[in-house]
């Protein structure tokens, strides 16, 4: 089977069930930003010298690749993944609560860096937060779930940085307002 079909030359793209979009249109600008994000929560993965967080980078993305199967189908009216979305979805809260209270209390903005893989996930984060953008600059009809879980996608992985910065003996940077 060949990659490549030529059927995308001209500036056109199909979903699934074969209804042609233009590459431009932000459903598949979201899908790309969400396939992206995954690539980078890779990284992340490969970097993590925790096996707890890297078995959580690799569950996200299954999850975002179940999410981008789905998002390329035409009407998400009839989704069958919403469900299991909005699971995902308190199931990221939980473990948000969970992690936020083994955690410092934020008292300043942090810089994102940190250990190699806290930096991915703070980068993982900020393609999260340009995913949002797209999907809320122009929501998909009856999908509101998916705008709910990559919001709290995006508060997870700052808070999941933040604990691998911890796992790993990294000092978080705070900013500091006119600071050179």
Not at 1 to 12: C, E, N
Not at 102 to 113: D, E, S, W
Request: hydrophobic share 40%.
């Amino acid at each position: 089977m060949k990659i490549y079909t030529k059927t995308g030359d001209q500036g056109r793209t199909s979903l699934l069930g074969g209804l042609r979009v233009e590459k431009s249109d932000p459903r598949i600008e979201l899908l790309g930003t969400l396939d992206e994000l995954n690539s980078v929560l890779g990284i992340a993965a490969n970097q993590s010298r925790d096996e707890v967080s890297a078995r959580l980078l690799e569950r996200t993305q299954r999850q975002l690749f179940a999410l981008g199967g789905e998002l390329a189908r035409h009407d998400l009216g009839k989704s069958n993944l919403r469900e299991r979305v909005t699971a995902w979805t308190a199931e990221l809260e939980q473990e948000m609560d969970q992690h936020t209270a083994r955690l410092p209390p934020l008292a300043n903005f942090i810089l994102p860096g940190g250990s190699s893989s806290a930096a991915t996930i703070h980068l993982a984060r900020s393609i999260c937060r340009r995913a949002e953008r797209v999907y809320f600059g122009q929501p998909i009809a009856d999908s509101q779930w998916v705008g709910v879980y990559v919001n709290r996608l995006g508060d997870w992985l700052f808070v999941l940085g933040r604990l691998v910065n911890q796992t790993d003996g990294k000092t978080e940077s705070i900013w500091i307002s006119g600071a050179d």
